[in-house]
């Protein structure tokens, strides 16, 4: 079945970074674009990033210059470095797959952005 198996989430300060990892298996991982989604507590869940199979990115303008999603096909894992962190950056952050006519989630990885 498919998994999506994130890592790489902790506590970090403002201006920090981490690196996010997503390790995925049970699908054709070259075939399905890949998205990292965030949620905040009281909020909606919201596209953080998305790389095609070719390689085509996509950021929202809130993470655009600091945040970098790639993907590695032979490795199936998506990753997602994180830079210059800001305390609204605190969230669940959990992998995304639309493969074929369903959507699969990992079980998300906390990131909390604190001094």
């Known amino acids: 079945q498919v998994q999506l198996v994130e890592s790489g989430g902790g506590l970090v300060q403002p201006g920090g970074s981490l690196r996010l990892s997503c390790a995925a298996s049970g699908f054709i991982f070259s075939l399905s674009t890949m998205a990292w989604y965030r949620q905040a507590p009281g909020k909606e869940r919201e596209l953080v990033a998305r790389i095609s199979t070719g390689g085509t990115t996509n950021y929202a303008d809130s993470v655009k210059g600091r945040f970098t999603i790639s993907r590695d096909n032979t490795k199936h894992t998506v990753w997602l470095q994180m830079n210059s962190l800001k305390p609204e950056d605190t969230a669940v952050y959990y992998c995304?797959?639309?493969?074929?006519?369903?959507?699969?989630w990992g079980q998300g990885t906390q990131v909390t952005v604190s001094s």
């Open positions: 995304n797959a639309p493969y074929l006519k369903s959507s699969y």
